[in-house]
């Protein structure tokens, strides 16, 4: 991962500037900022985010295998909504070798059980890859929103196809 690339996400969110870490992208080569976050949501992007939760009386949003959580922490700055993201490999997040986190990091154990997910919240999937495992949050999950983010137009890498 490109040192320049991590340390300007790292300080513009210190200084919590959710603005410019999106513009970030938009001036990267693409390729390091992919490293680091695999969909990079417009400010239209967010604004949806926010009134569909909003407007479907979610109380906030539980985002599953968020990795760094560096979208997460996007949409919880810029929308104002409460945000949890769930990870299930705590040994890989809490090591040396991964990236940094920009959010708290929860750990459900597999499969989850109905007291991992707030059925007030909206429940959201961003290029997941495992089918068994999005079949048991949907199992559990007795809220009334998903939301699934997968791969745009423009994205040229091959990602897993979930057999639903």
Same mark, same amino acid.
């Given at each position: 991962?490109?040192?320049?690339?991590?340390?300007? +996400?790292?300080?513009?969110?210190?200084?919590?500037?959710?603005?410019?870490?999106?513009?970030?992208?938009?001036?990267?080569?693409?390729?390091?900022?992919?490293?680091?976050?695999?969909?990079?949501?417009?400010?239209?992007?967010?604004?949806?985010?926010?009134?569909?939760?909003?407007?479907?009386?979610?109380?906030?949003i539980i985002s599953i295998g968020c990795g760094c959580g560096l979208l997460e922490w996007i949409?919880?700055?810029?929308?104002?909504?409460?945000?949890?993201?769930?990870? +299930?490999?705590?040994?890989?997040?809490?090591?040396?070798?991964?990236?940094?986190?920009?959010?708290?990091?929860?750990y459900s154990k597999q499969p989850p059980d109905e007291t991992t997910l707030d059925p007030e919240?909206?429940?959201?999937?961003?290029?997941?890859?495992?089918?068994?495992?999005?079949?048991?949050?949907?199992? +559990?999950?007795?809220?009334? +929103?998903?939301?699934?983010?997968?791969?745009?137009?423009?994205?040229?890498?091959?990602?897993?196809?979930?057999?639903?």
């Amino acid at each position: 991962m490109d040192g320049e690339f991590l340390y300007e +996400v790292l300080e513009l969110t210190k200084e919590e500037n959710w603005k410019g870490v999106l513009k970030l992208n938009d001036e990267s080569d693409k390729i390091e900022a992919r490293n680091l976050l695999w969909v990079w949501p417009s400010e239209d992007n967010l604004r949806f985010i926010k009134d569909t939760v909003s407007n479907l009386n979610c109380v906030g949003i539980i985002s599953i295998g968020c990795g760094c959580g560096l979208l997460e922490w996007i949409i919880e700055k810029s929308t104002g909504l409460p945000l949890l993201g769930y990870e +299930v490999n705590r040994e890989w997040w809490e090591s040396k070798y991964s990236p940094p986190t920009f959010i708290n990091l929860k750990y459900s154990k597999q499969p989850p059980d109905e007291t991992t997910l707030d059925p007030e919240y909206a429940l959201v999937f961003c290029y997941f890859n495992s089918g068994q495992a999005f079949r048991d949050y949907l199992r +559990v999950y007795n809220g009334r +929103v998903v939301i699934i983010i997968g791969p745009g137009e423009d994205l040229k890498q091959d990602m897993p196809k979930i057999a639903l």
